[in-house]
């Protein structure tokens, strides 16, 4: 029974060593992740009670159900001419992901290719109802492609009101 990894310079290291490494290297992006789902589960919370949606404020600490809350923000639109109702791009961005990755495959891929396409969208919608902010599309853009981006960008405008067409969104 061999419990040790004989590696290229005579080096010797064993499984359980191994193991540590790989955790002690894991253990910060583990970090990274879990700040970044409270900072965002906090500033959705935030936003939802400050535009007058207590009701769905709590919906903000769900995995996967928070992302409904961007297109619910977001509310009815266009998407490539065609009519999207609020609660199918709610279901496309909180379900699909699930689906996919239990697919995989093409369809996960697929899958991938709807998600940033729906969640620019919904990114574009609430921040062009934000009166903070300047270029919608280029934040929608960044948000939905990486991820830390919208976690900062939603955390720095958790405070605003939401505006469309120069009345308070509620």
Same mark, same amino acid.
């Given at each position: 029974?061999?419990?040790?990894?004989?590696?290229?310079? !005579? $080096?010797?290291?064993?499984? #359980?060593?191994?193991? /540590?490494?790989?955790?002690?290297?894991?253990?910060?992006? @583990? +970090?990274?992740?879990?700040?970044?789902? !409270? $900072?965002?589960?906090?500033? #959705?919370?935030?936003? /939802?009670?400050?535009?007058?949606?207590?009701?769905?404020? @709590? +919906?903000?600490?769900?995995?996967?159900?928070?992302?409904?809350?961007?297109?619910?923000?977001?509310?009815?639109?266009?998407?490539?001419?065609?009519?999207?109702?609020?609660?199918?791009?709610?279901?496309?961005?909180?379900?699909?992901?699930?689906?996919?990755?239990?697919?995989?495959?093409?369809?996960?891929?697929?899958?991938?290719?709807?998600?940033?396409?729906?969640?620019?969208?919904?990114?574009?919608?609430?921040?062009?109802?934000?009166?903070?902010?300047?270029?919608?599309?280029?934040?929608?853009?960044?948000?939905?492609?990486?991820?830390?981006?919208?976690?900062?960008?939603?955390?720095?405008?958790?405070?605003?009101?939401?505006?469309?067409?120069?009345?308070?969104?509620?």
């Amino acid at each position: 029974m061999q419990d040790a990894l004989q590696l290229k310079g !005579g $080096l010797t290291m064993s499984y #359980l060593q191994i193991f /540590a490494l790989l955790g002690a290297f894991l253990i910060p992006f @583990i +970090l990274l992740w879990l700040i970044c789902y !409270g $900072l965002e589960a906090y500033a #959705l919370y935030t936003l /939802a009670k400050n535009n007058g949606q207590e009701d769905k404020a @709590i +919906l903000a600490f769900i995995p996967y159900i928070n992302r409904g809350l961007y297109a619910y923000f977001a509310g009815d639109q266009v998407m490539f001419g065609t009519p999207v109702p609020t609660i199918a791009s709610a279901a496309i961005m909180g379900l699909l992901p699930l689906l996919g990755g239990f697919i995989g495959g093409i369809v996960n891929y697929i899958c991938i290719v709807v998600i940033i396409i729906v969640s620019f969208y919904n990114y574009k919608a609430v921040y062009s109802k934000m009166s903070s902010v300047s270029d919608s599309t280029l934040f929608g853009v960044l948000a939905a492609v990486i991820s830390l981006c919208r976690v900062i960008f939603i955390f720095l405008h958790r405070n605003d009101i939401l505006v469309e067409d120069g009345e308070i969104v509620e």
